[in-house]
């Protein structure tokens, strides 16, 4: 699932997320949730839609 700067499917592209991944949910906007992401060391914040999200 991508990784969006901003809640808008039109938004930057931070990084590609790996199916299966399990985020740290933050903040909720509609149909945005705002997650952090990290791997190998690096901490990345931004925004995936819902319809890539199921709850744990």
């Not at 969006?4 to 590609?16: D, H, Y």
């Not at 149909?31 to 995936?48: C, F, K, L, M, Q």
């Amino acid at each position: 699932m991508p990784l969006r700067e901003e809640p808008s499917t039109s938004a930057e592209k931070l990084v590609q997320i790996p199916r299966g991944t399990t985020l740290s949910a933050l903040e909720r906007r509609g149909d945005w949730i705002r997650v952090e992401y990290t791997h190998a060391g690096d901490s990345y914040t931004g925004w995936v839609s819902t319809g890539y999200i199921t709850q744990a």
